[in-house]
């Protein structure tokens, strides 16, 4: 039986990031280079230390490569400059955080709309939006309440609704439930997987959790800034 | 919209912090304009004085007389319209502590020199008609209880013994930069009185008030006074009347100089505070700048936040403060009016209070938003959590 193979949306070729310590130059990555198909959910997994959010950093665009070539869609992000990456961010890439990382002073409403001010949708349709992701997650009861009145999973579930009110092209998420009880750990890895299966969003997780691991269709390792290249399917 | 939803929610997020601080600047912008008023104060005779008027007194000090026989000499000057006399008393009234400026002066020629004292026609007369008449200025009248036909005496300090007069007019302002708070009475008066007790100081005035027809003129009217009495016995030295008042204002000039510097401290102060404290809330903040920065928001939205948050804390505080400081200004200059007559909040003081506001977040902003713009956003990220 032929399976059919999937367009790469992520390319990684040849990639080395070190850090710098005063005088000490510190390896993070060496030579990783694999792809991640379109709608793929990667899990990243490997022991502290391993470079494996350093890795998703890079993917997103938050951090620069020193040596290879990252090409996510048609971009070769390696040659954009920080103000080209910005904007790229803002329309390509959706962001989810192991601490929420919402803005404290604004309403979940108001989190979920924030990145759609960089866009030139006027404020109606902003507001449609970010209702209607706030309603995908679940939340449409509690737009007007800030992340201080919300539980984890709820300050979770708005962060996802931030991460895909622009339709990015990859979701990214770093430990999503790394500060989750165990039952809004499980709500918010069903809300990542339907994004996955149903609306066919690319999802690269770093995560320590096998639990959270299983959800993923396929795993690849890091150890001590090397990739295992034999990358897993998940039985799941 | 959305960012100066941000800016002001965070600046009143943390409501201790915020309400200490805008007390801070409040507190700070009132201290500084009431020093810049007292400033003012000193300066308000300058502000106040004519262009057309001149003032001769003897070349060598202030304190030395000249001799009345001057008056027609004065007079016979091109340019001069009218000329006016006058000595410094120098009295107390009851005791030392009710000192105000108090004057012997031609009345006639000194009320026309002077039209910023404003009189009522019958008071006038009054006055003019009693010889032991005196006049004193609305705040100063209020100060004592006084009221026309009131008898007042002064004891002299310069000029020895009790000294009566009877009030026969209160002068107001024509505009609120008048002293309110002078005393004059009749020159002649006085003579008589000297030509008693110190017969050689009689026939003698302190100064001369000169009139003159233009105020273009005044330069080379006062040259030319001076040197009409070139090599007599009593050289004169004539100038504006604004240089004159600056002339006092200089013996003071240390005093004016040290309360400048207070207040440019007291500025400076409130620097450092509002500084440290925007430091301290960036750092607080370097997550929420990441995750913006992350979401695609560049240097600019960053610092229009910083520097956004840092004027609203300011000018919120500037603002009470400069409300403040007109009540405040008004009962300190009630107190102290023997020493501030004139105590006036100035349009050019509000001005420096808004400009020392904006300076004050400026200097407060531009460190942290230097941090925020270069931090990396995977570092700014690191310190959530």
């Known amino acids: ?236 | 919209m959305m960012l100066l939803k941000i800016l002001f929610r965070n600046a009143f997020h943390n409501k201790l912090r915020s309400f200490l601080t805008i007390l801070g600047i409040a507190v700070a912008i009132l201290a500084f304009g009431l020093l810049r008023t007292v400033i003012s104060s000193f300066y308000a005779g300058v502000e106040a004085a004519s262009t057309s008027r001149l003032v001769t007194r003897n070349a060598i000090s202030i304190i030395f007389p000249l001799p009345i026989s001057y008056t027609e000499k004065i007079r016979q000057v091109e340019g001069v319209r009218m000329v006016s006399y006058g000595n410094w008393f120098g009295g107390i009234y009851i005791n030392e502590k009710n000192f105000f400026p108090n004057f012997c002066v031609e009345p006639r020629t000194y009320l026309a020199l002077y039209p910023e004292f404003v009189l009522e026609e019958k008071q006038k007369k009054a006055f003019l008609a009693d010889r032991k008449g005196a006049v004193a200025g609305q705040k100063l009248a209020a100060k004592y209880g006084w009221k026309i036909g009131d008898p007042i005496t002064l004891k002299g300090t310069i000029y020895p013994g009790n000294w009566d007069f009877v009030l026969r007019a209160i002068y107001t302002g024509r505009d609120n930069t008048v002293d309110e708070t002078q005393y004059f009475f009749h020159w002649t008066y006085f003579n008589e009185e000297i030509k008693k007790i110190w017969p050689r100081y009689a026939e003698q005035v302190g100064f001369y008030m000169i009139g003159v027809t233009r105020p273009d003129i005044a330069p080379d009217v006062a040259l030319n006074i001076d040197k009409a009495f070139k090599s007599s016995l009593a050289e004169t030295l004539t100038e504006t009347e604004k240089a004159f008042n600056l002339g006092f204002i200089a013996m003071a000039e240390a005093i004016v100089t040290a309360i400048q510097m207070v207040s440019f401290v007291v500025i400076f102060i409130i620097m450092a505070v509002v500084a440290n404290t925007m430091a301290m809330t960036t750092r607080e903040r370097t997550g929420d700048y990441a995750i913006m920065k992350t979401l695609g928001f560049g240097a600019t939205d960053i610092t229009i936040l910083i520097f956004g948050e840092a004027l609203v804390v300011t000018l919120t505080g500037a603002a009470i403060g400069i409300v403040l400081t007109f009540p405040v200004a008004k009962a300190f200059g009630q107190q102290l009016s023997t020493y501030f007559p004139v105590f006036l909040v100035s349009a050019q003081t509000i001005y420096m209070d808004i400009a020392a506001a904006f300076l004050i977040a400026f200097f407060a902003a531009i460190i942290p938003t230097r941090h925020a713009i270069r931090i990396r956003i995977a570092d700014g990220l690191r310190r959530i959590g």
């Open chain 1, 1 to 236: 039986m032929m399976t059919e193979q999937k367009k790469s949306i992520v390319e990684i070729k040849n990639i080395y990031k070190c850090y710098h310590r005063e005088s000490l130059v510190v390896p993070v990555l060496h030579d990783i280079t694999f792809d991640i198909a379109e709608g793929e959910f990667l899990a990243l997994m490997g022991p502290s230390g391993s470079g494996k959010t350093t890795l998703l950093n890079l993917i997103a665009g938050i951090d620069k490569a020193d040596e290879g070539k990252i090409h996510v869609g048609d971009v070769d992000i390696t040659t954009l400059t920080e103000t080209e990456l910005a904007a790229w961010r803002a329309n390509s890439v959706g962001f989810i955080f192991q601490f929420y990382n919402l803005i404290p002073v604004l309403k979940a409403i108001e989190n979920v709309e924030l990145p759609l001010h960089l866009t030139t949708l006027p404020r109606s349709k902003r507001h449609e939006h970010a209702a209607m992701a706030l309603s995908m997650v679940g939340l449409d009861h509690r737009m007007d309440h800030y992340p201080g009145e919300m539980s984890g999973g709820e300050q979770q579930r708005v962060a996802i609704a931030r991460a895909i009110v622009t339709d990015p092209t990859i979701l990214v998420a770093d430990e999503p439930t790394g500060d989750l009880d165990r039952v809004s750990a499980e709500e918010i890895l069903s809300m990542m997987e339907r994004l996955n299966h149903d609306m066919g969003k690319t999802i690269i997780m770093v995560t320590h959790d096998p639990r959270a691991a299983q959800r993923a269709s396929v795993l690849r390792h890091l150890d001590k800034g090397y990739l295992n290249h034999d990358a897993a399917q998940n039985p799941l």
